[in-house]
């Protein structure tokens, strides 16, 4: 193979093969226009791969994480379990609501309270509009007459919460519905056989009973207890 030297620099210079191709061969002292039989060619130096700077990958990073903290600081108080609402009038209604009042679940502790639930969609309501519709539908249904009672209890690990929804819950149902019905809050546990025994004097929709239908004997007995303070001022 022969090459005709073209071009001449300190390091390197440029040959024409008898293929017609330029190279770039070391200069072993060529003269422009001088013929030889060899050449060393020189290869081009591999690309070098551009390494991305670790501030990059550190950016992403914390874009990503920022992104879930958002997303679980958005998704955690509004579809997290938070605490529950206990509504018993004679059906026996539990929602399951997230710690913005969402309402993720209801679900009937007896089968009044199946019948209760049947015509209502309250998932995604708010939990005070939920507790409204599930009294005004016991009303319609029968099950809740005027002077019947309503309970509400509120189950959660944070105490403060169930105090601020027993409390919220009262006054609106206060406000909405006036003394059409007796209202207690809290405490069911403490209290279950007092509830037994009023709740199963609610009308049930094929009965005319009313649960008050016993007021007078606790009128009377405040009359004896007047009667008996009258006597101890005899004795003084």
């Known amino acids: 193979m022969k090459y005709l030297v073209m071009e001449t620099h300190p390091a390197y210079a440029v040959v024409l093969d008898e293929g017609g191709r330029f190279l770039k061969a070391a200069n072993l002292h060529y003269q422009v226009g ?14 070098r791969r551009r390494r991305r700077p670790l501030w990059g990958f550190v950016c992403a990073l914390a874009l990503v994480c920022c992104g879930l903290a958002a997303y679980a600081g958005w998704w955690q108080p509004n579809f997290a379990p938070y605490g529950v609402l206990r509504i018993r009038i004679n059906p026996d209604v539990e929602l399951t609501v997230s710690k913005t009042d969402r309402v993720l679940d209801a679900r009937a502790r007896n089968e009044a309270g199946a019948a209760l639930l049947e015509k209502l969609e309250l998932k995604g309501e708010d939990s005070d509009e939920a507790v409204e519709k599930l009294v005004e539908e016991a009303i319609d249904q029968g099950w809740l ?64 009973e009313n649960r008050y239908a016993g007021r007078e004997d606790w009128d009377d007995d405040d009359d004896d207890d007047d009667d008996d303070w009258d006597d101890w001022d005899e004795y003084d």
């Open 34 to 47: 001088e013929t030889v039989d060899e050449v060393i060619e020189l290869q081009a130096a591999p690309p």
């Open 145 to 208: 007459p005027e002077g019947g009672l309503v309970s509400i209890d509120a189950e959660s690990e944070d105490d403060d919460w169930e105090l601020r929804e027993e409390a919220a819950l009262g006054a609106q149902l206060r406000d909405e519905f006036g003394t059409y019905f007796a209202l207690r809050l809290g405490a069911l546990e403490d209290s279950r056989e007092d509830w037994d025994a009023a709740s199963s004097e609610n009308r049930d929709p094929a009965s005319s």
